[in-house]
């Protein structure tokens, strides 16, 4: 059984940083994309960021690019999620996801994606 446990949200100034970490067990990590998503209250979960299953590929929201980087570390089967110069709508409870189909890149959708953490919360104070 697949699962996925995210860990390092917290409350930050706005201008902070923060890194995500995503544990997974349960099948070969490095065969499988990650993606980070987020949801906002009152919005619906949005894509943030993917990676591909050897790590040589990622994809990012317009709204990130250039502040977040993804990255994995297949001997700890673990992805994270580095967020640099935080905004106040960068607050959301960030979940991490991954497919159920190996190998492959640039999975944008939530739909996507098979498998979910429970989700950590993000905080960014003006």
């Known amino acids: 059984q697949v699962q996925l446990v995210e860990s390092g949200g917290g409350l930050v100034q706005a201008g902070g940083s923060l890194r995500l970490s995503c544990v997974a067990s349960g099948r070969t990590f490095s065969h499988y994309a990650m993606g980070w998503f987020r949801q906002a209250p009152g919005k619906e979960r949005e894509f943030v960021a993917t990676i591909n299953w050897s790590g040589d590929s990622t994809y990012y929201a317009d709204s990130v690019k250039g502040r977040f980087t993804i990255s994995r570390d297949n001997a700890k089967n673990t992805v994270y999620l580095q967020m640099n110069s935080l905004k106040p709508e960068d607050t959301a409870v960030y979940y991490c996801?991954?497919?159920?189909?190996?190998?492959?890149?640039?999975?944008?959708?939530?739909?996507?994606?098979?498998?979910w953490g429970p989700g950590t919360q993000v905080t960014v104070s003006s």
């Open positions: 996801a991954t497919r159920g189909s190996p190998f492959g890149s640039r999975y944008l959708g939530a739909s996507d994606y098979d498998y």
